[in-house]
């Protein structure tokens, strides 16, 4: 199976119809989808990762072999660390789905937008409000 980013990218984007409304309840059942098999991939690697280390976790007797295979588990760890907090984005954004949130700025309660929102499905931040968090967060406003 391909990593998350891969999967977001190909998974089909939803097409307006002309006259629909924002959110409407259709495209909140495609997010919804998108969200869930988002989370069941994710779920996927995770179990891979853990078979994976299972089954090649005899220590080699070279220490350069080692010491790359603790590299590789260690990044694999990371990866899914991320992914942990990924689940979590997944899970908020499920539960805006629920309260009718989902797809407005958290901070202006604007449209986040279609296009973004199929690029990052768990986005709770207009680009514009995102780009000044991070601009404060780069001056130490926060």
Wanted: negative net charge; hydrophobic residues 30%; aromatic residues 8%.
């Amino acid at each position: 199976m391909e990593d998350s980013t891969d999967f977001i990218e190909n998974y089909p984007k939803y097409e307006m119809k002309p006259g629909e409304e924002y959110m409407s309840r259709e495209m909140l059942e495609h997010f919804k989808e998108k969200l869930l098999a988002w989370k069941k991939q994710l779920y996927w690697e995770a179990e891979n990762t853990v078979k994976h280390l299972r089954t090649d976790s005899s220590t080699p007797a070279d220490p350069n072999d080692r010491a790359s295979q603790e590299e590789e588990f260690a990044l694999e760890l990371r990866t899914r660390d991320r992914e942990r907090k990924l689940i979590s984005k997944i899970d908020k954004s499920l539960r805006d789905i629920e309260s009718g949130d989902y797809g407005y700025c958290k901070i202006s309660g604007d449209e986040i937008g279609l296009a973004r929102m199929e690029a990052r499905p768990t986005a709770t931040m207009t680009v514009e409000m995102k780009t000044k968090q991070e601009i404060r967060e780069k001056q130490g406003i926060v």
